[in-house]
């Protein structure tokens, strides 16, 4: 359900807009030209962080989507020897 909600948000937020500016920015003439370039680098940095998350997620561990209160400080005496 969480992943339903991400898709359908992301529809329509920041997934579009990147393929809408870049639409808007190339001329007529060579829109098709661009928009494939376009296409190209954004599906090798999609492929480039999917090739490097698994192994970083390896070797860090995933963080938790809540984490705990953290631990108190430890406590400091008022005599010092």
Not at 60 to 70: D, E, K, M, R, T
Request: hydrophobic share 55%; net charge positive; proline share 11%.
């Amino acid at each position: 359900m969480l992943l339903c909600m991400f898709v359908a948000f992301f529809s329509f937020g920041p997934g579009v807009c990147v393929w809408v500016v870049a639409a808007e920015l190339l001329p007529a003439s060579v829109r098709a030209k661009g928009m494939s370039f376009a296409l190209l680098g954004n599906q090798a940095v999609t492929a480039a962080i999917a090739s490097v998350f698994l192994p970083v997620a390896s070797r860090f561990g995933y963080a938790p989507l809540s984490s705990p209160s953290p631990s108190p400080p430890p406590r400091i005496s008022r005599w010092r020897a």
